[in-house]
């Protein structure tokens, strides 16, 4: 994803995410707010993290699965919905959780992001798979759903399931997860600019903002 609105070297912005992750979705869409406000030329890339990578492939109910992993009673697990959805309103995404929300193994819509990559609708695809997830309430662990999603992103139908059925890109995929966890990353969403500087968690528009401005400081 690149703006060109501006002649100046682009900002590289890497992002390090799980579609399967709230905070991700809220994170960047705090940090596009602060970027169009900025008048930033900038380009994202995305790269793959797995908060559940021994996922079955069929999902697990969410907040079955948040109680067991976390600990958490059925009224902490809404409070932190109610933070969710409040966040997500915030920036103009709409959270619909209820009672038959699943948590899905990603591995599947990470290998489709690198290959929508390709085609530079990477983050085209990175949105849509979020507000499938979050929003939608589809059922993501069915790649014939996430074919049709990528179809809804211009994406040819037939080759993404395709790239799913053969895994295609299941070794390159892996391989960017080891070289994120390198790195040090544990969390998401964690954003990398310009290959130097780490931010980690949803920052808001006001701290990425801020962010953006020492940035250009340190470049004039």
């Not at 690149?2 to 002649?7: G, L, M, T």
Request: proline share 3%; aromatic share 8%.
């Amino acid at each position: 994803m690149k703006n060109s609105e501006s002649q100046q070297q682009p900002l590289k912005i890497d992002i390090i995410s799980d579609i399967s992750c709230p905070w991700c979705v809220v994170g960047y869409r705090q940090l596009a707010e602060a970027l169009e406000k900025s008048n930033t030329a900038y380009e994202i890339h995305w790269h793959p993290f797995e908060l559940n990578p021994d996922m079955p492939a069929e999902g697990k109910n969410l907040r079955e699965h948040s109680a067991k992993k976390h600990g958490r009673n059925n009224q902490e697990i809404q409070a932190s919905r109610d933070r969710m959805t409040a966040a997500g309103s915030e920036i103009g995404f709409k959270f619909n959780f209820n009672e038959d929300t699943r948590v899905h193994n990603t591995f599947n819509m990470h290998q489709l992001i690198y290959w929508a990559d390709q085609y530079s609708l990477a983050n085209n695809l990175e949105q849509a798979l979020f507000a499938a997830y979050f929003t939608d309430n589809r059922n993501l662990s069915d790649k014939s759903v996430l074919a049709d999603i990528a179809a809804e992103v211009g994406l040819d139908r037939t080759e993404a399931l395709t790239v799913l059925e053969d895994q295609r890109f299941a070794q390159e995929v892996r391989e960017s997860e080891q070289r994120a966890r390198k790195q040090g990353i544990q969390s998401v969403p964690t954003v990398i600019f310009n290959d130097q500087h780490m931010v980690s968690g949803a920052q808001g528009v006001e701290n990425y903002t801020n962010i953006l401005q020492q940035l250009a400081n340190m470049s004039d």
